[in-house]
Nanobody
Framework: EVQVVESGGGLVQAGGSLRLSCAAS????????IGWFRQAPGKEREGVSC????????YYADSVKGRFTISSDNAKNTVYLQMNSLKPEDTAVYYC???????????????????WGQGTQVTVSS
């Protein structure tokens, strides 16, 4: 059974940092894409950053590029999202998701993913 579990959310002031973790189990990690998504109240869920564990390719939303870094520890089946220079507009519930990787998938789109974590709240105060 594929499972992903997020942790690391919290309350931080603008300009601060948080590191989110996504622990995965129940599948061959290297065969999957792992994505971080977020959803703020009243807004659609959006892709933040994704990684293809097979080759390590990474993808970022324009809004977070240069501030966030996604990485993976394949031995631990864990993906991290280091979030620096946080802004109030980063406030959202952050979700980790997993999907068997395919070259044709639109890796940053939520609808591509079947397996989702429970979410972790990130709140950035101004």
């Amino acid at each position: 059974e594929v499972q992903v579990v997020e942790s690391g959310g919290g309350l931080v002031q603008a300009g601060g940092s948080l590191r989110l973790s996504c622990a995965a189990s129940g599948f061959t990690f290297d065969d999957y894409a792992i994505g971080w998504f977020r959803q703020a109240p009243g807004k659609e869920r959006e892709g933040v950053s994704c990684i293809s564990s097979s080759d390590g390719s990474t993808y970022y939303a324009d809004s977070v590029k240069g501030r966030f870094t996604i990485s993976s520890d394949n031995a631990k089946n864990t993906v991290y999202l280091q979030m620096n220079s946080l802004k109030p507009e980063d406030t959202a519930v952050y979700y980790c998701a997993a999907q068997l990787f395919a070259q044709a998938m639109d890796i940053m789109r939520p609808y591509e993913y079947d397996y989702w974590g429970q979410g972790t709240q990130v709140t950035v105060s101004s």
